[in-house]
């Protein structure tokens, strides 16, 4: 089976930009996390999806959002970045409760 | 909230050693996650736990309800294991929402 997939693996924006993050699971598994990564905060929960609904969400502003699709794909989106949001954000599937496996991640950098 | 602790944050040891990485957490939970990171951000999931012990290869993770504490234990360590040990915790099964620790920085010398 194909791991979980992130695009795109880099990612360069300004401030006050927005970004879309992609995320497409491990064939079959219907439930999707976001995660972000800092050196100062390591790894957040931001929010998680389970047949296209929003089942979990972290402690995030409003500015983060996402979405699933009825094939599982995710998507998360930015708008108006800060400086601070510059981070590795990782996604993980998961065959509900069982183990979750990590895509490679997409690091963003805000300038 | 749950709040996570990890020990050490920092550990350097010789191959061959015998490496135990504590977790501890304040709330109770269904399930514990112990996660391998590699230099360049890629993330393993190495063992879930809900109770007792499971065991890969060389590496044994063990989970005490009560205490409200999990080891992680590498046996033979090997300068391939050197990576960021993460725990975290959640509430229910799969993702929904979990709380990591800030990660111990295994560093094996050959």
């Known amino acids: 089976k194909a791991g979980v997939t992130q695009t795109p693996r880099y990612l360069i924006k300004t401030r006050g930009q927005q970004v879309t993050l992609s995320c497409s699971p491990i064939s079959g598994h219907r439930s999707v996390s976001w995660y972000q990564q800092t050196p100062g905060q390591g790894l957040q929960f931001l929010f998680e999806?389970?047949?296209?609904?929003?089942?979990n969400k972290g402690n995030f502003p409003g500015r983060f959002s996402g979405r699933q699709f009825s094939n599982s794909r995710s998507e998360m989106n930015v708008s108006t970045l800060e400086l601070g949001d510059s981070a590795l954000y990782l996604c993980a599937s998961s065959a509900v409760p069982e183990t979750q496996y990590f895509g490679p991640g997409t690091r963003l950098l805000v300038l | 909230k749950n709040e996570v602790e990890q020990s050490p944050q920092n550990l350097t040891a010789q191959e061959g050693e015998f490496i135990t990485i504590n977790c501890s957490y304040s709330?109770?939970?269904?399930?514990l996650h112990w996660l391998q990171q590699h230099p360049g951000g890629g993330i393993v999931s190495l063992f879930m736990?809900?109770?007792g012990k499971k065991k890969h290869g060389r590496l044994i993770a063990t989970i005490n309800i009560q205490e409200k504490h999990s080891s992680l234990h590498i046996t033979a360590s090997h300068p391939r294991d050197s990576a960021v040990y993460i725990c975290a915790v959640g509430m229910g099964g799969g993702a929904d929402g979990l709380t990591f620790g800030k990660g111990t920085h295994l560093i094996i010398q050959p």
């Open positions: 709330v109770g939970i269904s399930a």
């Open positions: 736990l809900s109770s």
């Open positions: 999806y389970f047949s296209e609904t929003q089942r």
